[in-house]
């Protein structure tokens, strides 16, 4: 037998399973770029794939409150829970690492707590993933089969969908109701602290096209408005 289609074979193998998706978004507060966000997809073995966000401040901002933020999410191939997360995230003059792995039917985390759980868990970040590859279930009511997990919290999470036909895309609302637990960490991490724990209106749009998120929108209160855009690179 000849080696060389093996080899190209092993290669080609290779490709598919450390291939890798980006998505790049812009965010901006009051009209103005204030922060970028980076959403990487990448299949690191048959089982696992890892979701990473990283999250950063830009231009003026970086000087006023800089955020350097980095949220890794492990999950299997199908997305429908994760096994483990950590985040290691830089605020201004803060540095914080953090961790949870799930195991036992059982939340453990790196501040040594555990907390008992009667289901799978997501985290926020790495549900929004979840839901571009099931499509189908980005719709209002949808009784998502597992829970959230946040830094010592458990949520329930809600989506209200409403569909854009001019913008093709579902424009989808998230509620999160708080079930147990309770918070291990100083709400120190601000982008945290938005997209899961924060009041207000949170709405992330995915297109008909790909199913992939397309903008954002954020209430932080007193009238302030984050808004997230897809940048096409």
Same mark, same amino acid.
């Given at each position: 037998?000849?080696?060389?289609?093996?080899?190209?074979?092993?290669?080609?193998?290779? /490709?598919?399973?450390?291939?890798?998706? %980006?998505?790049?978004?812009?965010?901006?507060?009051? /009209?103005? #770029?204030?922060?970028?966000?980076?959403?990487?997809?990448?299949?690191? &073995?048959?089982?696992?794939?890892?979701? =990473?966000?990283?999250?950063? =401040?830009?231009?003026?901002?970086?000087? +006023?409150?800089?955020?350097?933020?980095?949220?890794?999410?492990?999950?299997?191939?199908?997305?429908?829970?994760? &096994?483990?997360?950590? *985040?290691?995230?830089?605020?201004?003059?803060?540095?914080?690492?953090?961790?949870? &792995?799930?195991?036992?039917?059982?939340?453990?985390?790196? %501040?040594?707590? =555990?907390?008992?759980?009667? *289901?799978?868990?997501? #985290?926020?970040?790495?549900?929004? +993933?979840?839901?571009?590859?099931?499509?189908?279930?980005?719709? %209002?009511?949808?009784?998502?089969?597992?829970?959230?997990?946040?830094? /010592?919290?458990?949520?329930?999470?809600?989506?209200?969908?409403?569909?854009?036909?001019?913008?093709?895309?579902?424009? $989808?609302?998230?509620?999160?109701?708080?079930?147990?637990?309770?918070?291990?960490?100083?709400?120190?991490? $601000?982008?945290?602290?938005?997209?899961?724990?924060?009041?207000?209106? *949170?709405?992330?749009?995915?297109?008909?096209?790909? #199913?992939? +998120? %397309?903008?954002?929108?954020?209430?932080?209160?007193?009238?302030?408005?984050?808004?997230?855009?897809?940048?096409?690179?």
């Amino acid at each position: 037998m000849k080696k060389t289609p093996i080899i190209l074979l092993l290669f080609l193998i290779a /490709g598919i399973l450390g291939a890798s998706d %980006t998505l790049f978004y812009k965010i901006t507060l009051l /009209g103005m #770029h204030c922060a970028s966000v980076e959403v990487i997809e990448n299949q690191i &073995d048959q089982d696992v794939t890892e979701i =990473t966000y990283h999250a950063f =401040t830009v231009g003026g901002f970086d000087k +006023i409150y800089k955020i350097d933020n980095w949220y890794y999410y492990y999950t299997d191939p199908s997305l429908s829970h994760i &096994d483990s997360l950590k *985040k290691d995230i830089t605020n201004r003059n803060m540095k914080q690492l953090y961790r949870e &792995d799930i195991y036992n039917n059982e939340i453990h985390y790196s %501040t040594s707590h =555990t907390l008992k759980i009667s *289901k799978p868990v997501h #985290h926020v970040l790495s549900s929004l +993933i979840y839901l571009q590859h099931h499509p189908e279930n980005i719709r %209002t009511g949808y009784e998502f089969p597992y829970l959230i997990t946040d830094e /010592g919290d458990l949520y329930k999470h809600e989506i209200r969908v409403e569909k854009n036909e001019n913008k093709m895309q579902d424009e $989808v609302y998230f509620k999160t109701t708080h079930l147990k637990g309770e918070e291990l960490l100083e709400p120190t991490d $601000v982008f945290n602290w938005m997209i899961c724990a924060g009041k207000g209106n *949170k709405m992330l749009a995915y297109s008909h096209h790909d #199913h992939t +998120i %397309t903008e954002g929108a954020f209430s932080l209160g007193w009238g302030l408005h984050l808004k997230a855009k897809r940048v096409y690179k």
